[in-house]
């Protein structure tokens, strides 16, 4: 008895699905773009590209339309979709934002993904990576753009103009300014920033100006303009 009552309430239910797509309620014929100027396609491209006019949304697989927008269109980051009763798709379109130039060419976002080619400039921090292979839709490892971000971020805080920087194959984030200062990026970069900034007040409180840091030890490596 259980069991004849399960199959009729599934006919009804697939009679109500059946009817529903004849009559075209639910099904997709409107596609509403929601996000700033995509850099890397036009609103028609990305609309397109979901195929998901035609489509009864409740038979939408909306991850793979999101990872099928990200991967055709690599400045995408993120895509919402929302229905809206009776045949409309909001597609909410989050892009990359530009957190570093890298060796002169790339631009990757503040998760280290390479999105875009430095076509003019732009004004964020540039550094030159050595010893990985640079394209389109690869992904930096270990946090390294992350921590890369943070001391850049640090050194704009305390106006210390950065004339270069380089990150060498061993991980270490080299800056050029006034004085010259060493990351090991394998490290925790935020106390290592806490230790910069001691080192950097007690200079000055001794009218000392810096040459050198290496802070890729315990204890760092100082030297002074004599």
């Known amino acids: 008895m259980k069991f004849i009552k399960i199959i009729l309430i599934l006919t009804i239910l697939l009679g109500i699905i059946f009817y529903l797509d004849g009559q075209n309620i639910f099904k997709i014929r409107k596609i509403d773009l929601e996000s700033d100027k995509i850099t890397c396609a036009g609103n028609e491209e990305i609309k397109n590209e979901s195929g998901v006019l035609g489509q009864q949304f409740f038979f939408l697989k909306q991850n793979l339309i999101k990872e099928k927008l990200r991967k055709k269109f690599i400045c995408i980051k993120d895509v919402d979709l929302n229905y809206k009763f009776p045949n409309k798709l909001d597609l909410k379109i989050t892009e990359r934002k530009p957190a570093l130039v890298v060796s002169m060419s790339f631009i990757v976002d503040e998760e280290g993904f390479v999105f875009a080619r430095k076509d003019e400039e732009i004004n964020i921090p540039k550094v030159e990576i050595v010893g990985f292979d ?64 001691l080192i950097l007040n007690q200079a000055k409180i001794e009218s000392r100006v810096l040459k050198y840091v290496d802070l890729r030890f315990d204890k760092p490596v100082i030297t002074y303009e004599r």
């Open 134 to 197: 640079i394209k389109m839709g690869a992904v930096f490892p270990d946090n390294i753009i992350k921590k890369s971000l943070s001391v850049f971020n640090f050194l704009s805080k305390i106006s210390l103009n950065v004339r270069d920087a380089k990150i060498s194959q061993e991980r270490e984030l080299i800056i050029i300014s006034d004085m010259k200062i060493i990351f090991n990026l394998y490290d925790d970069i935020e106390s290592k920033l806490a230790s910069l900034q």
